[in-house]
């Protein structure tokens, strides 16, 4: 994974590519122990990922809220710039310059003040598309940075998706994360997306992969290993055995609930009453009613959103309202 530093892999569905990403999570499991080696999962599909909760290389239980997931990412890097904070005072390189560094310091002194040695990152993101629709930016601010500057950190990334389409995999993307594996893909356009080279539409399927590693000219064909879901949760429970999960407070990502701030719109409250009355919410019927704009309809129904008024959003039909009539009159 240090010659990697960071991976993408992509692939249409059944192609091979969950076994791939669980067929690297359990060989880390079963290669390093928790104190060497940490993991960040972040599994917007809420399936593939939710298996590892409770294994005690986890720094924060498997995050699975697109929205939460920016703030996770965002974590990641407040903890790379605190290591590379860390190197600056003790002049040293990289994770392991700084390790060697702590483990002659730890011979010279009491064991009450040995420092801790830093354990490497392994961020793992299944369907990067999810995140991407969610928040965009912020997930590309996040990626490009651990991209560009962790791998000195220890901090690795491994990024999933089906969608190999430009706007999932962007340029800036593609171009910080050299290695990659392309499984089964639908046209050689996608293909391209991924390798700068076609020949992934012509892959077989089941594990059939060309994978590209860093500085290498042109991809190498090779058959992944396939890896059963009854082996990885026994590789899972006798992880659990060994030692129980103590999750990081600090890279926890907290609730949306804690930031939620005061709407400056007149109209907020008039609009709660309306939706809650008509026991529906689109941002259409605001438009309609208040005869406003799209942008101050939609940022509306985004706050009723944030304070648990209306649910997500769910495509074309109009929004569950979650608060009923006797409801808004006993908090007035």
């Known amino acids: ?22 067929g690297i999570i359990t060989t880390i499991l079963m290669r390093a122990k928790p104190h060497e080696v940490k993991m960040m999962m972040i599994d917007p599909k809420k399936v593939e990922l939710n298996v590892y909760n409770g294994i005690p290389h ?41 390790n060697e560094h702590v ?18 990152i392994v961020v793992l993101v299944d369907e990067l598309a999810d995140l991407m629709m969610v928040a965009s930016s912020d997930v590309e601010d ?13 901090i690795h990334l491994i990024i999933a998706t089906q969608r190999p389409s430009v706007d999932v995999i962007t340029g800036i993307i593609k171009a910080n994360i050299p290695s990659r594996i392309a499984f089964g893909v639908s046209s050689q356009t996608d293909s391209r997306t991924i390798l700068d080279s076609g020949g992934a539409e012509k892959l077989l399927g089941r594990g059939d992969m060309l994978f590209m590693p860093v500085g290498a000219s042109k991809p190498m064909r090779v058959q992944g ?45 008039d609009a ?13 019927m605001l438009q309609r009613r208040f005869r406003v704009g799209y942008t101050r309809a939609a940022r509306l129904i985004d706050a009723m959103e944030d304070r648990g008024i209306v649910g997500p959003y ?9 608060v009923s009539q006797t409801t808004e009159e006993k908090t007035s």
Not at 62 to 91: H, N, W
Not at 103 to 120: C, F, M, W
Not at 142 to 154: N, P, V
Not at 238 to 261: G, L, N, W
């Open 314 to 322: 769910e495509g074309s039909k109009p929004r569950t309202v979650l």
């Open 142 to 154: 996040a990626i490009t940075r651990l991209a560009q500057m962790a791998r000195a950190a220890g």
């Open 58 to 98: 986890l720094l924060a239980p498997v995050v699975t809220d697109p929205k939460k997931a920016a703030r996770a990412l965002k974590k990641v890097v407040a903890e790379m710039e605190r290591r590379y904070d860390l190197f600056s005072d003790t002049g040293t390189r990289n994770i392991e310059g700084y």
């Open 272 to 284: 709660v009453k309306l939706v809650i009355e008509m026991e529906t919410a689109s941002v259409s």
């Open 103 to 120: 483990r002659r310091y730890n011979q010279t002194v009491e064991e009450e003040e040995a420092q801790p040695l830093l354990p490497y």
């Open 225 to 269: 290993a396939f890896l059963s879901d009854e082996e990885v949760e026994r590789i899972v429970d006798h992880c659990i055995e060994q030692q129980k999960a103590s999750y990081q407070e600090e890279m926890i990502p907290e609730e949306t609930s804690e930031v939620v701030e005061e709407v400056d719109d007149e109209l907020f409250d």
């Open 1 to 22: 994974m240090n010659k990697m530093p960071h991976l993408l892999i992509a692939g249409a569905t059944g192609s091979g590519k969950s076994v791939c990403v669980n």
